[in-house]
């Protein structure tokens, strides 16, 4: 196992994944649910706790809680092009680093894109 990882340390992982699951418990009874499934999602994509498909892994989780929460599966801006470089990914990327700086709401307008 690697020492370092791009988001967390990697003895942090656990933990953080922890955290990351109870606070969004905590914010299902005080958000809309795509805002809770778009704040779990870039937590976990921040945690990086795979070496590749933390994206990939993070869209589906939450895909699956918003799904779970009573709504419609997010569409990620068609969702074909956010794995290869493209205009779509690049929208993705340029969403996650504005949650990164605090603003959410790109983010969920390209989940729901």
């Not at 009874?29 to 778009?38: C, Y």
């Amino acid at each position: 196992m690697r020492d370092t990882n791009i988001g967390v340390p990697w003895s942090h992982v656990g933990v953080s994944v922890e955290e990351t699951i109870r606070d969004m418990n905590a914010q299902v009874d005080s958000m809309p649910p795509d805002e809770v499934a778009i704040r779990f999602h870039h937590r976990l994509v921040s945690v990086h706790p795979f070496p590749n498909g933390n994206g990939r892994h993070a869209r589906l989780a939450a895909d699956t809680l918003v799904v779970g929460l009573g709504e419609k599966a997010f569409t990620w801006g068609a969702g074909d092009g956010l794995v290869d470089a493209g205009p779509v990914r690049e929208a993705y990327l340029g969403a996650l680093r504005r949650a990164d700086e605090g603003d959410i709401v790109p983010l969920l307008d390209l989940a729901r894109s």
